[in-house]
């Protein structure tokens, strides 16, 4: 069993739906979680990250972690077809967040 | 303009041809990793750096080498090159690793 499980999809919306994009994790000790998005042929960009549970948001993004399910997600509000890309989550353990753990990554396409 | 610079971006060589991907970051970042990018693998990360002369293995560090002389350079190492080191390779820089990693644009390597 993979430490972090991550959907590969790929996953198809309209434009202006609401996006949720889910990871479940088996290690107890994840306690940085970010989510990064990677468009074609470039480097992964981080979106968001939190620490421990709860619920972030910034704009149109929405991240929230729920350890005792151990389970994260990241929300996308009226979708837009720029945000179509493969989405990662990662995950560490470590207070310098050195050792991070990566999921498979969905792919995301918002149809206009 | 803050950025992780990985060189060169595509890269064909033969087995056993010893190479090496350099990686440098103009942010005056603590921390450094390289990550190999697979279909249906997501990323794992090879090694990774907390400073100068302090680096320690990722999940997948056979066959490669790092090393960290300079803050600002973190090359990695193939001696003796695979066909199954064929694969995207990423780095990525932090300043404190819980605030997320900026990544290079890629290398993508095919060893024949």
């Known amino acids: 069993q993979k430490e972090v499980e991550q959907d590969p999809g790929p996953l198809s919306v309209p434009e202006g739906a609401i996006v949720s994009l889910n990871c479940t994790y088996s290690?107890?000790?994840?306690?940085?979680f970010m989510w990064y998005r990677q468009y074609s042929r470039k480097g992964p960009e981080l979106l968001m990250y939190t620490y421990s549970s709860g619920n972030k948001e910034d704009g149109r993004f929405t991240a929230q972690v729920d350890k005792s399910s151990k389970y994260i997600s990241l929300f996308i509000r009226d979708s837009q077809p720029s945000d179509s890309a493969t989405y990662l989550c990662a995950m560490s353990a470590d207070q310098g967040a050195q050792k991070l753990v990566f999921g498979q990554g969905t792919r995301l396409t918002i149809n206009p | 303009e803050a950025q992780v610079t990985q060189n060169p971006r595509y890269l064909i060589t033969v087995t056993g041809k010893k190479l090496t991907v350099t990686c440098s970051q103009n942010m005056n970042h603590e921390y450094m990793s390289w990550y190999r990018q697979d279909p249906g693998l997501g990323l794992r990360q090879i090694y990774y750096s907390m400073n100068v002369e302090v680096t320690d293995k990722g999940d997948v560090p056979e066959g490669y080498k790092v090393s960290r002389k300079e803050k600002r350079n973190f090359p990695l190492i193939l001696e003796s090159p695979s066909p199954n080191q064929t694969s995207l390779y990423f780095c990525?820089?932090?300043?404190?690793?819980?605030?997320?990693?900026?990544f290079g644009s890629g290398t993508r390597l095919t060893v024949v």
């Open positions: 990525a820089s932090s300043l404190l690793g819980t605030d997320g990693y900026t």
């Open positions: 290690n107890s000790a994840f306690q940085y």
